[in-house]
């Protein structure tokens, strides 16, 4: 079966159980407040105690299906109310151009490349295929951005928002400094879209892409937040800040404690108006070995943050990033299950 003709299957499936749901609830004779019952029958809340529990769609990454209508699937299974939705969902929902680069093969010879490893003529050959794929793939995408209307992507976010999920931020791979403006361009609006508040992208270590992307997020009225590894410091977003305030911070706790700073929580009492979404992972300082861990078992100081922004009253989610290894007998989204079971019982107490 076609990719097309699975995803219509899956759609329609969806669509014909929700139906049925829905009728079978409004004809009762028996139930007293069905409309509100119907409104939120099923719905996920991970609102805790004022602290959003989020997470980026990316943790289902291992997940074997993409599909809008699966990814929906994880993270209502996951019992989430809110998400930063990664590009590729939303935008194969809107009939972006496919590709069928063999991803894990052009990972794994770019990876030997990079490390110094001899490849061998057919793998060399190999490698140049795959880049020239990536690069006509890019190229196709490209054109598609500049084309499409917005129709599919408000639909996305009804589709979401009818089953209780918020999306409150948007990461396509439109922000790059080779991406054109009306790539960029695209990119806010598609977020204006799907209802997010703001987009996130890697810093790109540029302050002319900074002052630009800043204001045309001002045109837009949609922020960017940007993220970062282990070079993140207390002064790493400042210019950036600076330069617009419709330029913010989108934290990665784990990653900061990882880079061996001690004053996470200092730096968010004093940067959390310009935090718009902090991820969320259980990393260890340098010094015991930087490895991503099952939450509560690393070094980030994940209780004593989500009780400062359930204290502070601060508004930024908490967005689950799942990066440590999955157990054999797990999944994406039993995992993802576990660290939000992990922060309700932090902000219980």
Not at 128 to 157: C, G, I, P, Y
Not at 241 to 255: C, P, R, V
Not at 299 to 323: G, H, M, N, S
Request: proline share 3%; hydrophobic share 35%.
């Amino acid at each position: 079966m076609e990719k097309h003709s699975r995803l219509a299957l899956s759609r329609r499936s969806f669509i014909s159980t929700t139906a049925t749901l829905v009728t079978g609830l409004a004809v009762s004779p028996n139930l007293i407040g069905a409309p509100n019952i119907i409104k939120n029958y099923n719905k996920p809340n991970s609102l805790i105690n004022g602290v959003q529990i989020g997470v980026i769609t990316y943790s289902f990454r291992s997940m074997p299906d993409q599909s809008a209508e699966a990814t929906l699937k994880y993270v209502l299974e996951s019992g989430i109310s809110a998400i930063e939705l990664m590009g590729e969902p939303a935008e194969s929902f809107a009939g972006s151009p496919q590709s069928k680069v063999d991803r894990r093969k052009l990972f794994q010879l770019r990876r030997a490349k990079g490390n110094g490893e001899t490849l061998t003529e057919e793998q060399v050959k190999e490698l140049d295929d795959l880049n020239a794929q990536v690069k006509a793939h890019s190229q196709a995408l490209a054109t598609w951005r500049t084309e499409v209307t917005m129709d599919k992507f408000k639909q996305f976010k009804q589709l979401y928002k009818n089953a209780g999920v918020q999306i409150y931020a948007f990461k396509p791979s439109t922000f790059g400094m080779d991406n054109t403006d009306a790539e960029i361009d695209y990119g806010f609006r598609a977020a204006k879209a799907l209802g997010a508040s703001h987009v996130t992208l890697e810093h790109p270590s540029n302050d002319a892409h900074t002052l630009k992307l800043g204001k045309m997020a001002a045109k837009h009225k949609v922020a960017v937040a940007y993220h970062g590894h282990e070079q993140q410091t207390t002064t790493f977003w400042d210019t950036a800040l600076q330069q617009s305030k419709f330029n913010a911070m989108n934290l990665d706790l784990g990653h900061y404690i990882a880079a061996g700073n001690t004053d996470a929580l200092n730096l968010i009492q004093a940067k959390h108006n310009r935090i718009l979404s902090m991820h969320t992972k259980d990393r260890q300082t340098p010094v015991n070995g930087k490895k991503n861990l099952v939450w509560g078992t690393g070094d980030t100081p994940i209780t004593e943050v989500l009780r400062l922004i359930r204290d502070q009253k601060y508004k930024f989610p908490a967005t689950i990033e799942l990066e440590y290894e999955i157990p054999k007998d797990s999944d994406a989204v039993k995992e993802v299950t576990k660290c939000l079971e992990y922060g309700k019982k932090i902000l219980a107490g």
